[in-house]
């Protein structure tokens, strides 16, 4: 069966400093895989996105990055966190196609002070 | 793009009861809506979905309706229980380049279920 995971669970990092949160897919080849974040009004705003390998779609324009150096890994990065940052951030995968659900992982909690 | 509304925000009911939650949808195209639960600190989780050539679909006392024509699609929860109690997320999407599927997210409701 397919698992995601992500880490930190929690992380707690102080204005300016860089940031890189990793996701992994178990299961499954060649999956989409998306980073969301989601403020305290409850939305899930979609960040990156990104169908293979080197390959990411940005949805807002931020001072973070992703990457995917692997196929089943996707790393959510930023050189000088601030402290509108602070959220907490999901992964998300599913398999190419039109109508597959996403599934996602357990998410990060990020507070930047 | 495609803009998904979600109401209400909140949801207040007592055990047993039913509840409600209503999305509209702006882009003609979506053809697949799924619903989401999500408990507090947790990712959320697939509950049902729906794809554009059905008008319902049940599974137990979870049922969601799909309205084409109006663009819009209700989750409808049946004998409430205080476990229900979660946030619920509506989406809304359609097939885009290279295969991804981009869903459209509501804002979400927070479901509160008092014993």
């Known amino acids: 069966s397919q698992t995601i995971h992500q880490w930190p669970a929690t992380l707690v990092q102080p204005v300016g400093s860089p940031l890189s949160l990793e996701c992994t897919v178990e299961?499954?080849?060649?999956?989409?895989l998306y980073w969301y974040r989601q403020a305290a009004g409850r939305g899930l705003q979609l960040l990156f996105y990104s169908v293979g390998i080197g390959q990411i779609s940005s949805e807002v324009p931020q001072n973070l990055s992703a990457s995917r150096p692997q196929d089943r890994q996707f790393i959510l990065s930023s050189k000088k966190l601030l402290l509108s940052d602070s959220g907490f951030y999901l992964c998300?995968?599913?398999?190419?196609?039109?109508?597959?659900?996403?599934?996602f992982g357990p998410g990060t909690r990020l507070t930047v002070l | 793009g495609e803009n998904v509304e979600q109401h209400p925000s909140t949801l207040s009911v007592q055990e047993g009861d039913s509840a409600v939650i209503k999305c509209t949808y702006s882009?003609?195209?979506?053809?697949?809506f799924p619903w989401y639960k999500q408990e507090l600190g947790k990712g959320p989780q697939l509950i049902i979905d729906i794809r554009s050539n059905v008008g319902e679909k049940k599974d137990q006392r979870i049922a969601v309706t799909l309205n084409k024509t109006a663009k819009h699609f209700s989750l409808h929860i049946t004998e409430t229980q205080p476990e229900d109690s979660a946030v619920y997320f509506c989406?809304?999407?359609?097939?885009?380049?290279?295969?991804?599927?981009?869903?459209?997210f509501g804002r979400g409701t927070s479901l509160i279920v008092h014993p």
């Open positions: 998300a995968w599913n398999g190419a196609g039109v109508f597959n659900e996403q599934f």
């Open positions: 989406a809304a999407s359609r097939g885009a380049s290279g295969g991804s599927y981009i869903p459209t």
């Open positions: 882009d003609s195209a979506s053809n697949y």
């Open positions: 299961g499954t080849s060649n999956p989409n």
